[in-house]
């Protein structure tokens, strides 16, 4: 046989598989997987660096499927190189509930997927991360232990995404060149033509950013392999255009859009076999073909061995870090560094806004933590994100430093360290103003649903941002974010609180968390003396009633202070009142039932502050609580003023408290 | 004095007013104000076609402030040529409470202002939107009704927002030549130097998706003027490079970040003031200048007579379509189209879809109404958005067509659509599905913000998705759309109230509207012969109980046929259960407290349904109720499986009504 006829048996079976799998689904994404074939083919049977065996083998290359509605291609990649968690009866089952093959790939869920793709532009922009991740790793410890490329099969979609343009410039900025991303050029979307919605010169787009761009038959495998093999040489970031047939092997549906996100049937099912010369019953591999797959699978065997001889070699110190890093868990003297932080906030006193109460806090981490990279969208001295121990930028072409300026590309950024942090070996964090995490929304939902630890700063946390005015006053973001599941939303009220909450956000290794802080300043509350993390709880009593309490305030972040004033003037009116801090829903809502009942107790007035709308707030304390907060959008003034115009103040509060006790 | 000490003496008085409003405000954005300031002074003065003392002519230029933080650009502008609206005292009161100043530009709070922005790119992807729209309504109304251009200054914040690529590329494939963006290109951003993140070509990068683009010193005025005129004669939407020192006028600030975002102090205020031999006190302008100023607010005052007259010689029936549409009201005919339609769906009966639903109301109105304009993101068979009235795509040469391919960019769409809405002549729509409303809820936030009417058809909305999994099941976006203030999200439960949310959505002249739809068959539930629109109450007894209601059951979209099954169960049973539809929560909370008390009920047993997370549901029931729902992520399955795996089925309901009937 014939090394190209061996390619097409090869490349047929994906194209089968995924035929008779989306059939059998009755739903499904046939054109991608099979016009892709031939690319996936070299690119796994001649390319990329990884073992079926080993599947988290930390020096693999990364294979991203950014166009993640053609899973099939995964799959059948999987399954034919031998991955042990995909057999041909997961194929069968593709679509299945409970199957190891969802309708889009997910991380966590299936082995040797290594991103949750189907959101269009996400894949594209994680590989940015990963890439990024790689360079900065190889920094710190060297070319022997991470040496590695990032491959991408994107789709149009995935590039007219805004957020291709944002993961673009990023690449092109930081010039990573291992990073390389294979086009399918196939000219149609789901509506029909691309020329319907796009005039775009993509190559010449990809180059504007500093990319390497070419085009190339996508079906020729000595031309695909060429230009992998040109891009891997290259000082930039590449992108390989291939042109494509959608749904290739499919002679009457093939190239048009019926051939996208619909099974092919079974007429053009068999015209199909008949057009491949492919004879066997569904779901059938003849041994030939499954032989030189497996074979393909073995390709990096040696590579791999060197690579573990390489580590055994490593200095035992550089090692255990190297392997610390990779496994994930925090140094030992973490807990230490945050006790170290609360004693001296204690000490020290004094109001700061709780965006500065998380620059104390990182200033020590980071220092503590060299897995920490940090960044933001163009705001570092707005969000504090930048400490003494990240103040080298992330750059080419050392990549030695611990700091990434994003631009202002929050969508980008998020995107990017969640391919950070799923590649391995740091923790990212990076900052914006909260009323911006809707730009970079899709991913944080992302970050929740894989479960990886990415921390998101995001300071200016409400009217508190003042003459900025209602553009940049978030009013319905904490209860939007509070909405993701598996994400923790921290409002914390002082320093105290805010360094508990970034402990508990290193320590949250299988989710995201959010940080919201304030701009304007924050008295010191938790001035109590106790070691234990109170912020753990999500809500605790932070001050107690003189007498059986007839109010309960609940307040988060800056309205805490605001609570303890109203609280004070109730007292003095002998209304004996407590305050519940509620830095976190998410935990709280974690608690057994009967902590939760102690903690929002019995105190006939119940009020809510937040200054931010009610939503979600019911939960926590009952739908017959009072509110104070807001119930629209904001207003440009200074921030004091602003609070008083929409009545979140202590007299606000203790009016609604005694007009609720007169009931 | 020379022309050319005429207009530096125009371009530092907006220097001047900068300096001072923001010294005075002690918080604001100097340096993008004084870097445009030529540019500002020679758009204004010589180029831009308006009339302060009718700022709603329909024929006017329309300028976006899309770097929107330099606020004081825009307020100084207007009050130097003539708005009734803006006077020297509105400047003197920058960034107050109240004042028509706010810190970024506000649409519908100050005259003169054609969109909100401040979130970046925003105005940008509006203009696309403004531009689109000109040409539309040219297309209907012809070139002597409708001529005008759309000026907008963008900085490089909206240049590296993703959203700016989705509008960039829409604007080059539908040509929109009399599209100008002047971008303030002064190599700083908030962080620094823009080499800290960019290493693109912003030119080529406009090329490659059909733009002109050009680079110019943005201190000349000759050389701003005569690319703007080669801008205006051009074929395409052109760029503008504006090369310019950010703070312009600041001798030891200017040209440094120091100048973006804070006050220059006043030590730096009065070097500036010798620098630019300005030596008037704060806000005071001298009167050659605001003289001059004001004679350029007349320029364009015998293009508006002219129009003026041609509008009067228009054909009677003709001039009166384009005095309803300007002034967005509806056909008198449209209640009527909407009771047919309804009319039509109970003689009909059967389960549909409500994303067929609302095709099929849509059909009807998009006869009804030429102003409506439909489109979406590359889903335009799985949104059901395109019609028999809406078939012909809008696209260049001729823009005749009312369907616009936005392509798979939901943001741009979004943002795009506002700007035809503020344009005026239209009603856009446009669909993705649910569960990417993240990747556009920005420009969702400014509709509302804004209230100007969009509708998003949202479709797919729900784990009734199925086999695409959970990266496309909605769980989180109701609670979050419905957090947005201003927004009303329609969840309806089959055709009569998609039709009835239709009318609502359309009458909803000052805010935005989402439709929540199913991909899968709903029956038809409101089998009643009443002419009210129920929907309108936001949620009302759909079924009532059989005696004293033991358990009231409130629902949205899906679900409601679910819980009239549950119903029946129940009343086989014994227990007399009532049914509660609730498709629209904004509406409902805008109820007299009493007709929400009687819609509540008094059921011992109260359960709300709905597939997604309960966040929101307990303001309308109560914190005590029960609900059956989601509380994290879904799952890849055939949708019965996947409603039944999540125990949201009619079995799961009295299941749980029965249990807590026992308590």
Same mark, same amino acid.
């Given at each position: 046989?014939?090394?190209?006829?061996?390619?097409?048996?090869?490349?047929?079976?994906?194209?089968?598989?995924?035929?008779?799998?989306?059939?059998?689904?009755?739903?499904?994404?046939?054109?991608?997987?099979?016009?892709?074939?031939?690319?996936?083919?070299?690119?796994?049977?001649?390319?990329?660096?990884?073992?079926?065996?080993?599947?988290?083998?930390?020096?693999?290359?990364?294979?991203?499927?950014?166009?993640?509605?053609?899973?099939?291609?995964?799959?059948?990649?999987?399954?034919?190189?031998?991955?042990? $968690?995909?057999?041909?009866?997961?194929?069968?089952?593709?679509?299945?509930?409970?199957?190891?093959?969802?309708?889009?790939?997910?991380?966590?869920?299936?082995?040797? @997927?290594?991103?949750?793709?189907?959101?269009?532009?996400?894949?594209?922009?994680?590989?940015?991360? /990963?890439?990024?991740?790689?360079?900065?790793?190889?920094?710190?410890?060297?070319?022997?232990?991470?040496?590695?490329?990032?491959?991408?099969?994107?789709?149009?979609?995935?590039?007219?995404?805004?957020?291709?343009?944002?993961?673009?410039?990023?690449?092109?900025?930081?010039?990573?060149?291992?990073?390389?991303?294979?086009?399918?050029?196939?000219? @149609?979307?789901?509506? $029909?033509? &691309?020329?319907?919605?796009?005039?775009?010169?993509?190559?010449?787009?990809?180059?504007?950013?500093?990319?390497?761009?070419?085009?190339?038959?996508?079906?020729?495998?000595?031309? @695909?392999?060429?230009?992998?093999?040109?891009?891997?040489? *290259?000082?930039?970031?590449?992108?390989?255009?291939?042109?494509?047939?959608?749904?290739?092997?499919?002679?009457?549906?093939?190239?048009?859009?019926?051939?996208?996100?619909?099974?092919?049937?079974?007429?053009?099912?068999?015209?199909?076999?008949?057009?491949?010369?492919?004879?066997?019953?569904?779901?059938?591999?003849?041994?030939?073909?499954?032989?030189?797959?497996?074979?393909?699978?073995?390709?990096?065997?040696?590579?791999? #061995?060197?690579?573990?001889?390489?580590?055994?070699?490593?200095?035992?110190?550089?090692?255990?870090?190297?392997?610390?890093?990779?496994?994930?868990?925090?140094?030992?003297?973490?807990?230490?560094?945050?006790?170290?932080?609360?004693? #001296?906030?204690?000490?020290?006193?004094?109001?700061?806004?709780?965006?500065?109460?998380?620059?104390?806090?990182?200033?020590?981490?980071?220092?503590?933590?060299?897995?920490?990279?940090?960044?933001?969208?163009?705001?570092?001295?707005?969000?504090?994100?930048?400490?003494?121990?990240? *103040?080298?930028?992330?750059?080419?072409?050392?990549?030695?430093?611990?700091?990434?300026?994003?631009?202002?590309?929050?969508?980008?950024?998020?995107?990017?360290?969640?391919?950070?942090?799923?590649?391995?070996?740091?923790?990212?964090?990076?900052?914006?103003?909260?009323?911006?995490?809707?730009?970079?929304?899709?991913?944080?939902?992302?970050?929740?649903?894989?479960?990886?630890?990415?921390?998101?700063?995001?300071?200016?946390?409400?009217?508190?941002?003042?003459?900025?005015?209602?553009?940049?006053?978030?009013?319905?973001?904490?209860?939007?974010?509070?909405?993701?599941?598996?994400?923790?939303?921290?409002?914390?009220?002082?320093?105290?609180? &805010?360094?508990?909450?970034?402990?508990?956000?290193?320590?949250?290794?299988?989710?995201?968390?959010?940080?919201?802080?304030?701009?304007?300043?924050?008295?010191?509350?938790?001035?109590?003396?106790?070691?234990?993390?109170?912020?753990?709880?999500?809500?605790?009593?932070?001050?107690?009633?003189?007498?059986?309490?007839?109010?309960?305030?609940?307040?988060?972040?800056?309205?805490?202070?605001?609570?303890?004033?109203?609280?004070?003037?109730?007292?003095?009116?002998?209304?004996?009142?407590?305050?519940?801090?509620?830095?976190?829903?998410?935990? /709280?809502?974690?608690?057994?039932?009967?902590?939760?009942?102690?903690?929002?107790?019995?105190?006939?007035?119940?009020?809510?502050?937040?200054?931010?709308?009610?939503?979600?707030?019911?939960?926590?304390?009952?739908?017959?609580?009072?509110?104070?907060?807001?119930?629209?959008?904001?207003?440009?003034?200074?921030?004091?003023?602003?609070?008083?115009?929409?009545?979140? &103040?202590?007299?606000?509060?203790?009016?609604?408290?005694?007009?609720?006790?007169?009931?």
């Amino acid at each position: 046989m014939s090394n190209r006829e061996k390619h097409d048996r090869m490349a047929n079976a994906i194209r089968a598989l995924t035929m008779d799998a989306v059939e059998a689904a009755k739903s499904g994404h046939p054109g991608m997987p099979m016009g892709m074939a031939d690319v996936a083919t070299v690119l796994f049977g001649k390319v990329l660096k990884f073992d079926p065996t080993d599947p988290h083998w930390p020096d693999r290359d990364r294979f991203i499927l950014s166009a993640g509605h053609g899973s099939m291609l995964i799959y059948s990649l999987l399954y034919l190189v031998g991955y042990e $968690g995909m057999t041909l009866d997961d194929i069968k089952n593709f679509r299945q509930l409970g199957s190891r093959t969802p309708g889009h790939p997910e991380f966590g869920h299936t082995t040797g @997927i290594e991103t949750t793709t189907g959101p269009l532009g996400q894949g594209l922009a994680n590989s940015v991360g /990963f890439a990024l991740a790689e360079r900065m790793l190889a920094a710190q410890f060297g070319s022997d232990l991470v040496d590695h490329h990032t491959y991408v099969i994107a789709g149009d979609g995935c590039l007219m995404e805004g957020l291709s343009e944002e993961a673009i410039e990023i690449a092109g900025r930081q010039k990573l060149n291992k990073l390389i991303v294979l086009w399918d050029d196939n000219h @149609i979307t789901i509506d $029909g033509s &691309t020329a319907l919605s796009v005039a775009t010169d993509q190559l010449a787009r990809f180059e504007a950013s500093g990319w390497n761009a070419t085009r190339i038959d996508g079906h020729d495998p000595d031309a @695909i392999l060429a230009a992998i093999e040109r891009a891997k040489t *290259s000082d930039k970031p590449s992108l390989i255009a291939c042109r494509t047939t959608i749904g290739f092997g499919a002679p009457n549906k093939g190239g048009t859009n019926g051939v996208h996100g619909a099974p092919l049937g079974a007429a053009e099912i068999a015209a199909a076999r008949a057009f491949l010369n492919w004879e066997y019953d569904p779901f059938v591999i003849p041994s030939d073909v499954l032989d030189a797959w497996r074979l393909a699978g073995l390709r990096s065997r040696q590579a791999h #061995k060197n690579w573990t001889q390489r580590l055994k070699d490593t200095d035992a110190t550089l090692r255990g870090e190297f392997e610390r890093r990779v496994r994930g868990d925090l140094p030992s003297k973490t807990g230490e560094v945050v006790a170290g932080v609360i004693a #001296k906030a204690r000490a020290d006193g004094g109001a700061v806004a709780t965006r500065k109460s998380s620059e104390i806090a990182l200033e020590a981490l980071t220092e503590a933590l060299p897995e920490m990279v940090g960044g933001s969208a163009d705001l570092t001295h707005s969000n504090n994100t930048k400490t003494k121990a990240t *103040s080298v930028y992330v750059e080419p072409p050392k990549y030695d430093g611990r700091y990434v300026n994003w631009g202002i590309r929050e969508h980008g950024m998020a995107a990017a360290m969640n391919g950070i942090a799923l590649h391995g070996g740091f923790i990212p964090y990076g900052g914006t103003f909260l009323v911006f995490s809707d730009y970079c929304r899709p991913s944080i939902r992302l970050s929740a649903l894989m479960g990886v630890r990415v921390v998101y700063v995001f300071t200016h946390d409400s009217i508190g941002v003042g003459e900025d005015g209602p553009t940049h006053q978030p009013v319905e973001h904490l209860a939007a974010l509070r909405a993701i599941p598996n994400l923790l939303v921290f409002r914390p009220c002082d320093t105290v609180e &805010t360094a508990e909450a970034w402990k508990l956000a290193l320590e949250h290794k299988t989710g995201p968390s959010v940080m919201a802080l304030t701009r304007q300043n924050l008295p010191l509350l938790r001035t109590d003396d106790t070691e234990r993390c109170l912020t753990a709880r999500g809500a605790y009593e932070l001050a107690s009633a003189s007498d059986e309490a007839q109010v309960s305030l609940f307040a988060s972040g800056s309205e805490v202070s605001l609570a303890m004033k109203a609280r004070e003037s109730l007292e003095a009116q002998g209304v004996p009142t407590r305050v519940v801090s509620v830095p976190c829903f998410e935990l /709280f809502l974690n608690q057994p039932e009967e902590s939760r009942r102690q903690v929002v107790g019995k105190a006939p007035v119940k009020i809510a502050i937040e200054a931010a709308i009610r939503q979600g707030w019911d939960q926590i304390v009952g739908s017959d609580a009072a509110f104070v907060g807001m119930t629209g959008f904001g207003a440009s003034g200074p921030a004091p003023e602003v609070f008083a115009h929409f009545g979140i &103040t202590p007299e606000g509060v203790v009016a609604t408290a005694l007009s609720r006790l007169k009931r």
